[in-house]
């Protein structure tokens, strides 16, 4: 069974234009990454865990923030390691400057025998569409384009 992982793509209306919600991962090997590095909030469930509750439990872990209401799917995609994506929209705010992220071990430096503790996402943003699509991991761009086609046929052209 692959590893499974679920999330949100938040996004927000300004001045007309769509925006949406990354994170960059926190911890010393994403520190100078950031083209294709970026994500939406998200993380692993396990089997007994529905998608939509990991990836509003993922959501509130990540940023500190608890989403509440209705939750649009946007699709599964596999990511090149083979873990596979959730993903739902949410419209709604977020002040990026709140940002809480819980925190996570690892031992650095490599081998050194010292295990440090680093936040799991180290910032957010809100991006227009085509600075996400540079942004975000490559495997979940879809979830960009598919938040772009619903967002615009629910929007009438003027």
Known sequence: MPRRSAGVLLYRYEAGNLLVLLVHPGGPFWSNRDLGAW???KGEYDADEEPEAAARRE?????????????EFLGEERQKGG???TAYAHESEFDVTSLRSNLFETEWPPR?????SFPEVDRAGWFTLEEARGKINASQRPFIDRLEAARS???PAF
């Open 39 to 41: 994500s939406i909030p």
């Open 59 to 71: 959501f509130l872990e990540e940023t500190g923030i608890a989403i509440s209401g209705p939750l």
């Open 83 to 85: 873990k596979l994506v």
């Open 112 to 116: 050194s025998g010292r295990m440090q």
């Open 153 to 155: 046929a629910d929007r």
